[in-house]
């Protein structure tokens, strides 16, 4: 089974959604990054390659995209495009995308934070132990987005 991931991140954990290239179907994996509760955000950075999935979990995953941080306060986007840059050295496929929060919202019509209504709309499922929260819906949303926008690509 080939698919696609999207990643949502924060500077405590990573989410990672694997969509299946042919169905709407997902699995859901999350990456605490804290480990060690005393840890600064750059020690977390730091943490990130060990933490990450066995290469064998790119194996079948033809493309990546993960969420550009965006946000109101600039050390906050620092710390985020740290863990971007971590993400993208650790991250064996390519492509690897990095796209906006507001590309794929608009491309997939979401307003605000995807729901679980609207990931049904999408006819889309996601397992896993934490595939009810909100990161792991955004992370499911970008891996659709990257499928859909890559299959358009592809039949022009």
Same mark, same amino acid.
């Given at each position: ?12 954990? +990573?989410? &990672? =959604? !694997?969509l299946?290239?042919?169905? $709407?179907?997902?699995?859901? #994996?999350?990456?605490? @990054?804290? %480990? ?6 750059w ?14 979990f790119?194996?079948? +995953?033809? &493309? =990546? !995209?993960?969420?550009?941080?965006y $946000?109101?306060?600039?050390? #906050?986007?620092?710390? @985020?495009? %740290? ?74």
């Amino acid at each position: 089974m080939t698919s696609v991931v999207g990643i949502d991140l924060s500077s405590r954990a +990573v989410d &990672l =959604a !694997a969509l299946d290239e042919t169905t $709407g179907h997902a699995t859901h #994996t999350r990456i605490s @990054l804290e %480990r060690d509760k005393r840890a600064t955000a750059w020690e977390r950075t730091l943490a990130l390659p060990e933490l990450m999935p066995p290469t064998s979990f790119w194996d079948d +995953v033809y &493309l =990546a !995209a993960i969420e550009a941080p965006y $946000g109101a306060g600039h050390g #906050t986007v620092a710390v @985020l495009n %740290r863990i971007v840059g971590a993400l993208a050295a650790t991250i064996p496929v390519r492509p690897l995308w990095v796209v906006r929060p507001d590309e794929w919202k608009r491309s997939l019509g979401v307003r605000g934070k995807p729901d679980a209504e609207t990931v049904e709309q999408l006819g889309l499922t996601l397992e896993g132990p934490y595939a009810a929260s909100q990161d792991a819906r955004d992370a499911l949303c970008i891996a659709y987005y990257a499928r859909e926008t890559n299959a358009r690509a592809l039949a022009s």
